[in-house]
């Protein structure tokens, strides 16, 4: 029942002393049933506010959470980036390094190239002074030895052909063109013949020593080529 106020009055006789009586009043206090109604309701809703601030604070926390992975993954993202491009420029570097050092291989081997080609030709220059100085020689000597006949006709040449041993000895020597006069041509195998052994062969390079082996003279007065 609502807002009912219920006051009862009850006279109390007592038999307890004769023509005593005693009068008792009880008063019950009203019974709002809104009023109990109201405070749950109100509890409910602090707890339900309470509850809201926690998923507020919830929701903050998991945004708050969000931004740091997606920073965080920026992070790797840049971190990769740079991993990366370090990479490449360790990998470009190295393909630099490489090129210098096939570029200096190569300009090593052509300056010993180079270097070996100067050597030949060098070599190559020094037998053949060496073998004009032994031909020279051997004409000289055998100009020498030459005693052409007194009566040999002017102009005329011969030429012989020597063929030397190991050691310069003189292995032959013949006519391969005649002065037209015998006289001539004996005396210009003579004078072969006695400036022999020639034996500044083996001065000269071995690989030349084959080749001045075997030669030409040509004689004719005054002079042997």
Known sequence: MKNVSMVVACVLASAVGAGASTYGVLSFLPWNEDS?????????????????????QAHHDLETLRQEVAESRARNDISETVRQRQAEE?????????TLQ??????????????????????????????YAFINRV?????????MPADAPNH??????????????????????????QATDRSALLAVEAAAPFSELQELPVGLQRDYRQFNLRFSPGDVR
């Open 156 to 181: 005329q040449v011969a030429e012989v052909a020597v063929r030397l041993g190991p050691s310069g000895e003189l292995f032959g020597a013949s006519i391969t063109r005649s002065s037209g006069d």
């Open 139 to 147: 004409r000289r000597e055998v100009e020498e030895a030459w005693v």
């Open 90 to 98: 360790h990998a470009q570097r190295q393909r630099e390094v490489a």
């Open 102 to 131: 096939a570029a200096e291989a190569a300009r090593q081997r052509l300056g010993h190239a180079i270097a070996g080609n100067s050597a030949v030709v060098g070599n190559a220059q020094q037998g053949q002074e060496v073998a």
């Open 36 to 56: 109990e109604i109201s405070q749950s309701h109100a509890t409910e809703v602090e707890r339900l506010r309470h509850v809201e601030q926690e998923l507020e």
